[in-house]
């Protein structure tokens, strides 16, 4: 048996690195679904290059959203969450606040990183769509992929020693950054695609890559189109929203859902504009979307 750490799935087949550095093509036995990129695992060896997964370590945390439909992992035991949003095409700032919510939920850090900003006429508006978050204390990184130098200097040593996900809606520019922070990536992107026959070069889940130079992994995912959160359960939806502690002390009832409750804080700190309108409206559409159990 050998430890090892999962770095790509696709249905029931994983790819894990071992300690030793070797790839083993994996599966499981019988329907051990749930297994994610980023999940340390035990695996017996077959073969030459075969593997079974046996047993999979407790998980630090998991970064996942779910919708009216279905639910899907990005990843597991992620130190931070790189949010890739653009000057242009302009990002929703919904999908941005609830990436946000997902991370602060499951103790991973966010970093937003705000691409294009060569595209100088549109980047004020950008700016002014990321004030809510930048009061939050979220750190925002401008980069352009045409200036790849200053991107790896402005990213890399954020990354280094850590695994970092990798996260953005489709066009934010999310690639072009993967393939200066990984040199290597569309190589292996492909001769993944080839090992397991799929041929497609589109990026259709997760995948573990190392940086070069200051070491630490980047997890690249797939562009989404939505960022349900109705998994969370009211306390995790209120951790999605850090800025609301120091007033939440003040609500009356020790379980007020900040909605409409009497002596609530939060409606009182968002009132006196200490607390973002637009955050507020959106912590009660994603509290609103949950079906985790209530405190009540
Ligand atoms: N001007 C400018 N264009 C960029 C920059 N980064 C990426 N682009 C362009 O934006 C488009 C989208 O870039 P991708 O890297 O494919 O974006 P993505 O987020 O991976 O999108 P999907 O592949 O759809 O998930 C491409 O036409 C890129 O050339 C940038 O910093 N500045
Ligand atoms: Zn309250």
Do not use: W
Request: charged share 25%; net charge negative; hydrophobic share 35%.
């Amino acid at each position: 048996m050998k430890a090892g750490r999962v770095i790509a799935a696709h249905g029931r087949h994983y790819q894990v690195e071992l300690d030793d550095g070797q790839l083993r093509q994996c599966y499981t036995r019988g329907k051990k679904a749930g297994i994610c990129v980023g999940d340390y695992v035990d695996v017996e060896l077959q073969g030459q290059d075969e593997g079974r997964i046996e047993r999979v370590h407790e998980r630090r945390n998991l970064l996942y959203r779910s919708d009216e439909m279905r639910s899907k992992q990005f990843a597991a035991n992620v130190d931070q969450l790189l949010i890739v949003v653009a000057v242009e095409p302009v990002f929703s700032e919904d999908l941005t606040g609830r990436a946000l919510a997902g991370a602060f939920s499951a103790d991973i850090t966010p970093v937003i990183v705000l691409n294009k900003c060569d595209l100088t006429e549109s980047l004020p508006r950008a700016r002014a769509l990321l004030s809510d978050m930048n009061a939050l204390g979220v750190r925002i990184i401008e980069t352009s992929t045409l200036q790849p130098q200053a991107l790896r200097d402005s990213l890399l040593p954020l990354l280094a020693d850590k695994t970092s996900l990798l996260l953005g809606q489709s066009g934010m520019g999310k690639s072009s950054i993967l393939n200066i922070l990984v040199p290597d990536a569309r190589a292996d992107t492909q001769a993944h695609s080839i090992a397991l026959g799929t041929g497609k070069h589109t990026t259709t889940s997760s995948r573990l890559y190392h940086l070069p130079d200051m070491g630490g992994d980047l997890i690249d995912s797939p562009g989404f189109q939505a960022f349900g959160l109705k998994h969370l359960g009211q306390t995790e939806v209120e951790q999605g929203f850090p800025e609301f502690a120091p007033y939440s002390q003040n609500c009356r009832f020790y379980n007020c859902t900040h909605r409409h409750e009497p002596g609530c804080g939060v409606l009182a700190a968002q009132e006196q504009g200490l607390i973002s309108a637009r955050r507020h409206e959106l912590y009660l559409r994603i509290l609103a979307e949950s079906t985790a159990p209530q405190k009540y």
